[in-house]
Each structure stands twice: as structure tokens, then as C-alpha cells.
């Protein structure tokens, strides 16, 4: 089970396929104008956080947005393919269809796709691995990622999906798991 240690989260910027509503999962979208911006407005707003070390998925989009963060606060990246994107199989590349809720709620598995219990059991296991590193972690990853997180620590109050490049403070207060979000999006 999760210990108690305070981390970071910040979902990749924005893609032409965030923006079109097309299917990305593990597929190597790159950031857009807007994402790029975002991401360094997020880097900007992060200088004021003690983050101790950056932990992020390979995929461009989320390497892209990590290393604007480590260019302004002088720090490494580590890469974790368990904090890639869920693998939505044969609907990667696809506009949003009507069978995404039943994803999330693990009732659809997309053909030659993963699971939403085997997607949660892989990040379950990266986001320990991440914040055993010590606290002030930094996970750079998606928006699905986040929709598993949230279970993983029981936050409260939910939030469904992240926005693009909002950094984000999860921690306990008073045995409760809550998040900051962190800056004013302009």
C-alpha cells in the first residue's frame, strides 16, 4: 500500500490529437504549440516546489514536457515504461467513441488493447516504485495514468481527468489524500 509521502503530478501538454479528441494511448503523439507553452508555464510554476527528482513515461509528449521542467530546475529524468499510457489497442489512432466510460469502469477491453485492471495494476506498481524514491517526486505521465492514480490513493475529492500541463501537489492531510493544484492558468 501507498505510504504517506507527498509527490507531484503533471500530465503531459496539449497534442493535435488532444485537441481533435483522437484516441492516443501508447501511440508517440508530440506536443503541439500550446503544449510546448504549457509545459514551460508548468516549469516556471514548478521552480517554486522542492521537487527532489523527475520520474516520467518515455512517450514524446510526456519526455517533451519533463525535460522543460528539468531544464528550469536543474534536474534529471528517470523513465518508467509502466508510466506510459494505457495501450487502447486497435482504437489508437481513432476519434473518441462511446466505449471509453466503459473502459474506465473495466467493462470493455479494447481488441489488441490492456485492460483498465491490467493498466492500474502496471501504474499501481510505478507510482510506489516513484514515491518510495522520497518525497517531492515529480511524475510527469497522462491523463489516464491520472484517472488510476486517483484510485490508488483514494483522493478526494476526485478529478476525473487532469488538464494538460496543470502540475499538481498530491498529499495527506489528516489521513485524507487530497491534490493542490499549483500556478493560475492563464
Known sequence: MITN???????????QWNVDK????QSDSQLNDVGRAQALEAAKILQAEPI?????????????????????????????DDLMECHL?????????DWVPDYW???????NGESFSAFR????GAMQNAINLGPNTLIVAHGGLWIAAQEYV???PPMRLAQN??????????????????????
Do not use: C
Not at 527532489?52 to 517533451?64: E, N
Not at 489497442?89 to 476519434?95: I, L, S
Not at 495494476?121 to 499501481?124: D, L
Open 121 to 124: 495494476q502496471r501504474v499501481w
Open 22 to 25: 483522437i484516441i492516443q494511448g
Open 52 to 80: 527532489a527528482r523527475i520520474i516520467a513515461s518515455p512517450l514524446s509528449r510526456t519526455r517533451h514536457t519533463a525535460e522543460a521542467v528539468a531544464a528550469l530546475n536543474g534536474l534529471e529524468i528517470s523513465y518508467d
Open 154 to 156: 483514494a483522493l478526494e
Open 165 to 186: 500541463a496543470l502540475p499538481m501537489a498530491v498529499e495527506q492531510s489528516g489521513g485524507v489524500w487530497g491534490y493542490r493544484v499549483l500556478g493560475v492558468r492563464v
Open 5 to 15: 509521502t507527498p509527490f507531484y503530478f503533471l500530465r503531459h501538454g496539449q497534442t
Open 89 to 97: 489497442g486497435d482504437h489508437q489512432g481513432e476519434p473518441y467513441g
Open 105 to 111: 469502469a473495466g467493462k470493455y477491453v479494447p481488441p
